[in-house]
T-cell receptor
Framework: NAGVTQTPKFRVLKTGQSMTLLCAQD?????MYWYRQDPGMGLRLIHYSVGEGTTAKGEVPDGYNVSRLKKQNFLLGLESAAPSQTSVYFC??????????????FGEGSRLTVL | GENVEQHPSTLSVQEGDSAVIKCTYSDSASNYFPWYKQELGKRPQLIIDIRSNVGEKKDQRIAVTLNKTAKHFSLHITETQPEDSAVYFC????????????FGSGTQLTVLP
């Protein structure tokens, strides 16, 4: 079991460029999430999905788009990167609602730098 | 929405001493409170969690206490060891699951040998 895997691990972009981060999970989880982690600000939710074909906005969605065409994959897109999007991005997945469904399983993170 | 404040932002303790990290939340409807540990350069991992129908939960050297009236919860680590050095995040959820988690800003714990 690989768990949650993210690609790429590192990326440097110039302002205005676009890119897509890919997240894949092999645990058959219904819910998937994209967080960004910045120093002193904890983990902030960008977008999430409660099932294949669904997406929803989190706390900081501006400048990002997502898609969940397959249950196991959750893509995060930056259409026109800005320096403020320099961050470490974590994908996570979890079971659907109900008892014992609180645990987030994180990927290893993707460090993005926008120049 | 929910707001979670975490203190202190940094904490240094001598090996063998206890460490306490505190969090407060704003929405009295929050009902699920997990703690995550993130070692340097690694992914966050769940170490313990508590639901609102319980006041305290313990797992070996770590424990979490919840005070719903005051809207705060705390992580207690006893007999600290160097491998406890990490960033710890608290979180609160309105849904009872991971779907609506709001994280605190994190505490860098350093255990000095």
């Amino acid at each position: 079991n690989a768990g949650v895997t993210q690609t790429p691990k590192f990326r440097v972009l110039k302002t205005g460029q676009s890119m897509t981060l890919l997240c894949a999970q092999d645990m058959n989880h219904e819910y998937m999430y994209w967080y960004r982690q910045d120093p002193g600000m904890g983990l902030r939710l960008i977008h999430y999905s409660v099932g294949e074909g669904t997406t929803a906005k989190g706390e900081v969605p501006d400048g990002y788009n997502v898609s969940r065409l397959k249950k196991q994959n959750f893509l995060l897109g930056l259409e026109s990167a800005a320096p403020s999007q320099t961050s470490v991005y974590f994908c996570a997945s979890s079971l659907a609602g109900g008892a014992n469904t609180g645990e987030l399983f994180f990927g290893e993170g993707s460090r993005l730098t926008v120049l | 929405g929910e707001n979670v404040e975490q203190h202190p932002s940094t904490l240094s303790v001598q090996e063998g001493d206890s460490a306490v990290i505190k969090c407060t939340y704003s929405d009295s409807a929050s009902n699920y409170f997990p703690w995550y540990k993130q070692e340097l350069g690694k992914r966050p991992q769940l170490i313990i969690d508590i639901r609102s129908n319980v006041g305290e939960k313990k797992d070996q050297r770590i424990a979490v206490t919840l005070n719903k009236t005051a809207k705060h919860f705390s992580l207690h680590i006893t007999e600290t060891q160097p491998e406890d050095s990490a960033v710890y995040f608290c979180a609160a959820s309105l849904s009872g699951s991971a779907r609506q988690l709001t994280f605190g800003s994190g505490t860098q714990l350093t255990v000095l040998p």
